[in-house]
Every structure is written in C-alpha cells, then in structure tokens.
DNA sequence: GAAATTTTCTAACTAGTGTTAGGTTTTCGC
DNA sequence: GCGAAAACCTAACACTAGTTAGAAAATTTC
C-alpha cells in the first residue's frame, strides 16, 4: 500500500533522484546498487532498464547537478535589465547560484562530495561544463570592473575561487526554514563588494534603480 | 633494493599517510585496506597491528587533520603582540590557515571529501575538534568588531561560514609553486575586510600603525 | 648468541559488490 | 480482450571487501 502510488511517479526520475540521495551520503564507492534501488522502491536489476551502468548513473547526476547551476544562473542573468550595474550582477549570480545548490541540493552535495572519487572517464566530460561555469562568472566580475565598480588591481582569479568557493560550502550548513536565501545572498554580497570593514556602506547602491529586482525583498527575518 | 631503506621509517606513521593520501582520492568506502598497504609497502593483514580497523584508521586521519589546523592557528594568534588590530589577527589566523590546510593537504583533504561518508560515531566524535575551531574563530571576528574595525550590523555568523568555506576550498584549486600563500592569504583578507569595491582602500589601514604588520607589504601586484 | 618481543606475512573466511540472462508482470494501442 | 512493448523481478555469476589466526621474520634484551 502507497507503493502503487509511490511507483506511479515516473521511475527513471525516482532511480535518479535515490541516486543523488545515496551517493551524496555515502560517496561514490560507498554507494551500492541495492541501496539505490531499496530507495526508488524497485530491484537493483531494474535500475540496468534505465541506465547502463552504475557510472553511467553517477555520470548523469554529476551532469545535472552543475546544468542546473548553469541554467538557473544563466536564466537571471538574461532576465535583468541590460542597465544594471555590475555590482547588480553580482549579487544576481549569487543569489541564482545559491538558490540552485540548495534547491537541488541532493544532486549539488553529491557532485561536490562525489567528483573526486570519480572513474577519470567521467570527471573529464564533467569537467567541462564547470569550464563553462566558471567562464560565466569570469565575465560578471570583469564586466563589473570594466565599469569601474571593482577596484583595478583586484584579482578577479582569486576572487573567483573564494566566491565560488563559499557558495558551494553553503550546501554544508544551510537548513531550510532557517534564513532566507535572499538574506544569505544579500549578506555575502555585501562582504564581497564592500567587505566587512566599518565606514564602507554595508549595501549596495548603486546607481540604477533598485525596484528591479528579480526576486529580493524587504524586511526579511534574522536568524 | 629501496624497499629496506623505505621499511625504516616509522611504520605507524607510514600507514597513517598512505591511508590520507587513499582516502583523499578514493573516498571512505573506495578505500581498501589492501590499497593503503600497498601505498605503506607492507601487506594488508599488517595494518592490523598499528590500527584496530578501518575506521579506527580513518578516525586517526580525521583528528590529525583538523587538530593541525587548530593547533597552527592557535600557535599563529598565540605569537602575535598584544597590541595587534582585529584586522591584523583576522589576516593572521587567515595565513596561519591556509599554510597548515596546504602542508597537510592529504590529510585535510581526506577530511573534507570523507568527514560526510564516515560511520556516525566517528563524525560525532570528530565534530567536537571542529566546534572548537569555529569557536575560536567566533572570537577572532567578534574582537575585530568589538574594537569598532568591522561593521556593528555585520553577521559573523555568516561571515565565519563564508571565509571558512572559502578558505577550504583552497586545497581543492591551490597548487604550489604557483601563487605563495602569503599572496593568498593578502589577497583573500583584503576582500574580506574591504571588498572588491573600487574606492574603498584595498589594504586595511586601522587606527594603529601599520608598521606593525607580521608579514604584509604594501603595493601587492596583480594577478 | 639464545630468548623474548615486536613486527610482518600468508592464506583463508564470510559477506557483499556490480552486472547479467531469462522469465514475469504491467501497460497500452487497437 | 489480445498481443506487443515496456518495466520489473529473480537468481545467479565472478570478484573483491574487511578481517583474522597462526606462522615467519626482524628486532631487541639480556
């Protein structure tokens, strides 16, 4: 009883999201056939109707988890008025970047956890698409200091990394129902752009109008 | 031939890499005993004398790496004057974190991509180094602010997530003889405390005297 | 140098791994 | 309702895992 039901749920879908789930706990390794399938509800030789291989499976989680990065990311990006400042944009992929990890957070955490330990085969495909990402967020930040906005000896390389870098540690501690993520995203913004330092404007303010934006609100809580 | 002249080294400790190195690149369960033998030049069946288990193995590799971390920050903030600003403590303890996750960077990166895989009793008990760490960071950015150097509205909780998540994920991009890592630690600080904003100053200049720096210079180059 | 102790090796056991072939059930167009 | 296609299950295969007991080697102690 509700297994009917569970199982009316399209299968490949329910076998991939089990597989997310269960690499991202137990690693790659770690992770055996029988386990995903206990999960999506069905036999681990059912799993071989839908996917050739057990890397074939971790090659399409891996492959979905940084795409929707890519896509939700992308899709602001091209949403915003062409006018906006580049600090808007910033604070745009941030948010975007922060709502994709932690929406689908099964397929993030186990694409971070999961990557290294990886057949060589597969990490390379995978690779590329994270070269694709990265160009993305190259071009934001030196879009933002070609407008003067960053500072000109700012290294926009290390600058890449330690954003990138605290985003996708943010899969590690965020709980829903806890802060929103407009306020996380707000609060690293303004770390990046104006640092934590007294004196510097906490927001930022640019010169556009504020009433723009996507999807940011007032008054959001604390905690 | 080579092999009597490797034996000598302490055995314990010869197990105790091996097993960092194979649980960095293959994950907890993608490590097999019979590999970190192979890796420490000995037989799988004699791990067994140096460890209980394999969990007691990655148990060791866990506390090692993180109670380097604690103990080269703590030594860093420790051999700092008095009289030192927030600022030059928040980039201290920075430096100090980054040349110990780099020097050991089998064992901290063994930490970062297993500590979500291992058994739960191990990670219980490892969890417990961790809090003091954060603890200690806690107090760093609480001092800076309390001193009137960082923003009264800023969130330190966030900010202590953000910085360490970045500076964690340094092992994963940093390769020596590259960038030093009194650049990156330079680097990383100034967009922490004053952002990437242009206008704002890129080096941090408190009320005390900025001839007082440990190690920092003025007039860092890009890139 | 013999005895005692420490350290390592050998060979095996059990349990669990990914994968497969062939049979069963379910779904669906007609 | 019938037959074909899709989806799933069962039972097994070859292989590798952590672990162990006991023998063998290396080292230390006297």
Same mark, same amino acid.
């Given at each position: 009883?509700?297994?009917?039901?569970?199982?009316?749920?399209?299968?490949?879908?329910? *076998?991939?999201?089990?597989?997310?789930?269960?690499?991202?706990?137990?690693?790659?390794?770690?992770?055996?056939?029988?386990?995903?399938?206990?999960?999506?509800?069905?036999?681990?030789?059912?799993?071989?109707? $839908?996917?050739?291989?057990?890397?074939?499976?971790?090659?399409?989680?891996?492959?979905?988890?940084?795409?929707? /990065?890519?896509?939700? /990311?992308?899709?602001?990006?091209?949403?915003?008025?062409?006018?906006?400042?580049?600090?808007?944009?910033? #604070?745009?992929?941030?948010?975007? $970047?922060?709502?994709?990890?932690?929406?689908?957070?099964?397929?993030?955490?186990?694409?971070?956890? /999961?990557?290294?330990? *990886?057949? #060589?085969?597969?990490?390379?495909? @995978?690779?590329?698409?994270?070269?694709?990402?990265?160009?993305?967020?190259?071009?934001?930040?030196? $879009?933002?200091?070609?407008?003067? #906005?960053?500072?000109?000896?700012? @290294?926009?390389?290390?600058?890449?990394?330690?954003?990138?870098?605290?985003? @996708?540690?943010?899969?590690?501690?965020?709980?829903?129902?806890?802060?929103?993520?407009?306020?996380?995203?707000?609060?690293?913004?303004?770390?990046? *752009?104006s640092g934590?330092r007294d004196g510097a404007p906490?927001?930022? #303010?640019?010169?556009?109008?504020?009433?723009?934006?996507?999807?940011?609100?007032?008054?959001?809580?604390?905690?």
């Open positions: 009883m509700a297994k009917k039901l569970a199982k009316s749920a399209n299968s490949q879908k329910r *076998v991939l999201d089990a597989a997310a789930k269960i690499f991202r706990d137990y690693g790659y390794a770690g992770t055996t056939m029988r386990a995903i399938a206990d999960e999506a509800d069905l036999q681990a030789g059912s799993i071989y109707y $839908h996917y050739r291989s057990k890397d074939d499976l971790i090659g399409a989680v891996l492959d979905i988890g940084i795409n929707a /990065v890519i896509d939700t /990311v992308r899709g602001a990006m091209e949403s915003l008025p062409a006018e906006s400042t580049g600090v808007e944009r910033i #604070e745009t992929a941030i948010r975007a $970047h922060l709502t994709a990890i932690i929406e689908i957070g099964d397929y993030t955490l186990a694409t971070r956890r /999961v990557f290294g330990q *990886v057949p #060589e085969a597969i990490r390379t495909k @995978n690779l590329k698409l994270r070269d694709t990402y990265a160009t993305m967020w190259r071009e934001i930040l030196l $879009h933002a200091q070609q407008r003067g #906005e960053l500072r000109p000896d700012a @290294n926009l390389t290390l600058a890449r990394l330690f954003i990138l870098g605290a985003l @996708n540690w943010t899969v590690e501690w965020y709980k829903p129902g806890g802060r929103s993520i407009e306020e996380v995203a707000r609060e690293f913004t303004a770390m990046v *752009v934590l906490a927001a930022a #303010e640019p010169a556009a109008a504020p009433a723009a934006w996507p999807r940011a609100r007032a008054g959001r809580r604390a905690l």
